[in-house]
């Protein structure tokens, strides 16, 4: 069973710092793309970013040069390292690893950007 748990959400203010966590578990990690996507309250999910299991990024254009997404395979893990976060960057932050036509989620972690 494939279990994705998300961790590093909290309320920061503008402009400060996050990183998020997902830990995978149950399933071969290293061979699949993993993204972070997120959901404002009354918005759509949206992509925020990508990594593939060759190493390749890339991201949405609201984040770029803001945030930056890794993984490490014997950690089962991919992070998104969040720079100079707004307000508009509050939302539940989910990750995903994409195995072609099935598709694993985590829980999400709550990010609050506010003064």
């Known amino acids: 069973q494939v279990q994705l748990v998300e961790s590093g959400g909290g309320l920061v203010q503008p402009g400060g710092s996050l990183r998020l966590s997902c830990a995978a578990s149950g399933s071969i990690f290293s061979i699949y793309d993993m993204d972070w996507y997120r959901q404002a309250p009354g918005k759509q999910r949206e992509l925020v970013a990508i990594?593939?299991?060759?190493?390749?990024?890339n991201y949405a254009d609201s984040v770029k040069g803001r945030f930056t997404i890794s993984r490490d395979n014997a950690k089962n893990t991919v992070y998104l390292q969040m720079n100079s976060l707004k307000p508009e960057d509050t939302a539940v932050y989910y990750c995903?690893?994409?195995?072609?036509?099935?598709?694993?989620w985590g829980q999400g972690t709550q990010v609050t950007v506010s003064s």
């Open positions: 995903r690893m994409d195995r072609g036509f099935v598709h694993y």
């Open positions: 990594v593939t299991s060759g190493g390749r990024t």
